[in-house]
C-alpha cells in the first residue's frame, strides 16, 4: 500500500510500504477512504519537536472502511464504515475510568507518532471498539473527516465547558481551523464573535461563516473586553497574555493551544476580576453527539475544508495544508 | 463615641471620635453591637500596603441596631438587628447590575479602608438597602459577625463555583480562617479534606473540625494529587505554585488569596491536564443564604471564632488577633 511516512526534518514520502495486520485481539484495520492533516504536525515537520518517530506513517485524521477485526472486537464489522477519533484508548486503564482518555496508559496521542497512522491506504487502530465511530454512507466524507480531531477538540473544550448564558460578546483569538470549528459551533447561541488572527483571508473567511468581525492582533491596541475569550494558538506567542488583557469581569479564558512552557497569570489583576480559566486536551468522548449533529444539518464541519486532492496529489496536498492561507485540507483515496 | 483609629504602621488607637450621622438619603447608622477583626487589615497595620487612609476607623465586619434612617431607605427601620456586609454596593452602576459588587464605582471595599468603618460604637453605612442583611434576634454574635466577611468569601468563592459529584478528595492550602470557614462549609459533602498550613496548633483544630489530616506545608513533599484544591493565602507564598502541583487531572484549583503580583502558570503541564482555576473576590451576593443555613442550624460559623473580649479589652483583642495561633477574634460592645 502507499503511505505517507515522515523521514525527519522537512521530509516526507508518500511511498510504498508493508500493509497493516491485526495484532492484537482488539484492533481492526480500516481501509481508508480519505485523511486530513493537523497542525500538530508542523512543529515535527519543521523539526522543531520530535513527537513523530522516524519513519512512522503520520496522520491520526481518517474516515475509512473496516476490512478487519480481532478476535475480541464487539462492536464493529467488516464493511462498517468509521470515522478514526485521534485518541486511542483501551477503557480499561485508570485514567480511561476517568474518562482521561488522552491519557489512557495503553494508548493516548499514539496514532501518527508512536505508531503508524493514518495517512495511509490502510491503517491499524488499537482498541477498535473504542477508537472509532461508526458513521452512514450519507455522511460526506469531508464532514467525517472533521470528527477525528479538530471538532471534538472545539467541542469539549468550549461547549461542553461554558454556559451561554451569561455571556454576551466572545473573542476567538486564532485565525487557525480550531478557532473556525469553535465559530461553527457557537454560531447557534447568536452571540457577538469576534476573531483576532494574522491572516486577513482567513479573517474574512470568518467574517463569512459568522464572525462578527476580524481583526488583525498586530495591529489591534486591545481594548475592547470579553466575557469568553478562547485562545486556539499556543506555544510562544503571548496569546495567553492577549487572553488575559481580553477578558472582562466575571470572564473565562479558555485555552485550547498547546503550551510548550510556562507562562506568566497575572493573578495580581485577575484575582479581583472573578475569573475562571479552563486547560485541556481533548479526549475524544463526544463523537456520538457530533455525529448526530451533522447527520441533524446543525452544524457543517466541511465548511473547516478549504481545499481537496485526490490519491495522486498526497504531496500537494501536504504543501497546501503548510500554507498558512488554507484551513483544511482533504485527501480522498 | 469610642472607635479603633489606624494612625499608620504598628499604631492603632481605641480613642473618642465624632459619632456619624446620616450624609445621604440611603445611609442608615448602626449602633454596633460587636465586630470582628480581619487579615486585610494586617498588611496595612505592619505598613506593607496603603490601603487603610490615615485617621481612618478600621473594619470591614460588625453586627448591630439600626438607629437612624435616610429618606430613600426603604427595607430598613430604626431597630432592626443587621449583619453588615464587608462590601458596599448602590446596586444601580454598570457593575452592580452584573452583581460585581465588589467592583461597585459607588462603594466597593470601602469601610474601614476608605470610609470609617465598623470598629467603632456607630458606623455609617452608604447604601443600607442593599449593603447589609436583616437577622433577627435568635441569632448568636459570633455567627451573625461571620457573615459580614469570612463566610461569604468561602461560600461565594468554593461552594457557588463547584459541582462536588465528581470530586474524591479536596486540599486547602492555608491553616487561617478562609480555609476554616471554606472547611465548615464544605464537610456536608463528606469528602476527604486535607489542610497545609505552617501552625501546628491551627492544624489540629481543622482536624477536630473535620478535616481529614493537616499537613505542615514546610514538611510535606506534596505527592498527593486533589481533584480540588483551595488556595487561602496569597501574596508571594508560593501556593499558587503548590496549588498546581497538587491538583490532579480534570481538577479545579480556587485561589481564594490576595496576591500582588503575577505568578507562574505551568500550562505547558496543565494544558494537557483538564484544569480549571477559579479567582475571585467576594460580592457578599449570598447572605439570605447564609442566614438561612444558620438559622437551620445546617453551619455553625461560630467555631471560627476562638477568642472572645468586651469592649474595654479591644486593643488585647487586636493583639489577640495578630496572634498566628487564633482565627477569629469577637469584641462584643
Redesign the interface.
Known sequence: MKALIFKGKNKIEWTETTEPVIVEPTDIIVKIEGFTFSHAYYRPYLGQDDSVALNTIMGHEGVGIVTAVGGSVINLRVGDRVAIGCITHCNICQ?CL???F??CVNGGFILGTKINGTHAEYVRIPYGDNSVIKISSTIKLADALMLSDVLPTAYENVIK?VDFQNINNIAIIGDGPIGLAVLLLINKYHKEVDVYGHHSRKLDYFEKLGAHKGYDSTKTSLNIKYDLVIECV?HDRGT?EQAQQMVN??GTII?I????????????Q????????????L?VYTLDELVTKIEAKEISPMQLVTKAFNKNQVLQAYEAFMDKDIFKVVVKL
Open positions: 485514567w476517568r474518562k482521561a488522552a491519557k465547558k499556543g495567553f469581569f466575571n485555552t493551544g498547546v503550551f510548550n512552557k510556562s507562562v506568566v497569570f497575572n493573578l495580581q485577575l484575582w479581583y476580576q472573578n475569573i475562571t480559566v479552563h486547560t485541556g486536551i479526549n
